[in-house]
């Protein structure tokens, strides 16, 4: 089983669409959880952190589910600007070690 | 705002050379990490490095990896005898994580490493 699974992409949407993404992880142990973006051939950007009692940040909803080791990202009035790939990020061992997901590309069409 | 930086941006190098990477991490930043992102591929951690020593290492990381944060601002890569297929981006990160523990990570543009 991989570390940190992925739904399988692209997902193709039109503009103002609602979008989720959904990740699991293994290792149960896994300390705090991340959504980051990545632009082609750039850097990894940090999109939220996922907490347990889940956030929010405008447009954007994260969610943790603990007992089923299920991170969830639900992108709602989705902008053209929204399209890249959303990777789900974990951390284990004190926050030391750091597994990242495949990744789901997003298309955003208008 | 503060962010990472990372010198060169594209490396080409013959196999069998050595190579050093170099970041500067975000200046109040005291964990530091290597990624590396085959093309068409997941990003895969190598190294964190903390208080002057290795604090967690992937298996990619093997003898021929090293990392040196040699001055207050530095934080090196080397790769001693490259192969093909260290043909990859190197990502640079940094974090200060919070009291809860919350390690949010900020990366550099990365360097482009071409082996031939």
């Known amino acids: 089983r991989k570390e940190v699974e992925q739904d399988p992409g692209p997902f193709n949407v039109p503009e103002g669409a609602t979008v989720a993404f959904n990740c699991t992880y293994s290792n149960s142990a896994s300390q705090s959880f991340f959504w980051y973006r990545q632009d082609c051939r750039k850097e990894p950007k940090l999109l939220m952190s996922?907490?347990?009692s889940g956030n929010e940040d405008g447009r954007f909803t994260a969610q943790l589910n603990r007992a089923s080791q299920y991170i969830s990202l639900l992108i709602r009035d989705s902008k053209l600007s929204d399209s890249a790939t959303y990777l789900c990020v974990v951390n284990e061992d004190g926050g030391f070690k750091t597994i990242f997901g495949a990744g789901t590309r997003l298309f955003v069409k208008a | 705002e503060p962010e990472v930086t990372q010198t060169p941006s594209h490396q080409v190098t013959q196999m069998g050379q050595e190579v050093i990477l170099r970041c500067v991490p975000i200046s109040n930043h005291l964990y530091f990490y290597w990624y590396r992102q085959i093309l068409g591929q997941k990003v895969e951690f190598l190294v964190s490095f903390y208080n002057n020593e290795i604090s967690e290492k992937s298996e990619i990381f093997d003898d021929q990896f090293s990392v040196e944060r040699p001055d207050g601002s530095n934080f090196t890569l080397k790769i001693r005898s490259t192969k093909l297929e260290d043909s990859a981006m190197y990502f640079c990160?940094?974090?200060?994580?919070?009291?809860?523990?919350?390690?949010?990570?900020?990366f550099g543009p990365g360097t482009r490493l071409t082996v031939l």
């Open positions: 996922v907490y347990s």
């Open positions: 990160a940094s974090s200060q994580p919070a009291a809860s523990s919350y390690n949010e990570q900020f």
